[in-house]
């Protein structure tokens, strides 16, 4: 199992920037994927991003073009950055790590480990 802890949310204006972190302990980080989600009050989680152990990146059509996924193996950590944000970007953000890849990158089941949370708001 790995242990996810996210960081960097806050309340930011709309047109401005966050960059969220995850931290990874427990097992090995290097050889999973890692991906980004976030649900808003009343609707699914959905997914944003995800970042193979390669460097290799997906993204949500809502998202593409405004955020960029990396990580740092060394670190043991992903981020998450995010530029041009807009309200309906509002939500609490979820990392989450693929042990076991099986096809379906932008699907919750997909992922096995997950962090708590951070919440994002922006304001219009």
């Known amino acids: 199992q790995v242990q996810l802890v996210e960081s960097g949310g806050g309340l930011v204006q709309a047109g401005g920037s966050l960059r969220l972190s995850c931290a990874a302990s427990g097992r090995t980080f290097s050889g999973y994927a890692m991906g980004w989600f976030r649900q808003a009050p009343g609707k699914e989680r959905e997914f944003v991003a995800r970042i193979s152990w390669g460097g290799r990146t997906y993204y949500a059509d809502s998202v593409k073009g405004r955020f960029t996924i990396s990580r740092d193996n060394a670190k043991n950590t992903v981020y998450l950055q995010m530029n041009s944000l807009k309200p309906e970007d509002t939500a609490v953000y979820y990392c989450?790590?693929?042990?076991?890849?099986?096809?379906?990158?932008?699907?919750?089941?997909?992922?096995?480990?997950w962090g708590q949370g951070t919440q994002v708001t922006v304001s219009s």
């Open positions: 989450a790590a693929d042990r076991n890849y099986s096809g379906n990158y932008y699907s919750t089941y997909e992922y096995d480990d």
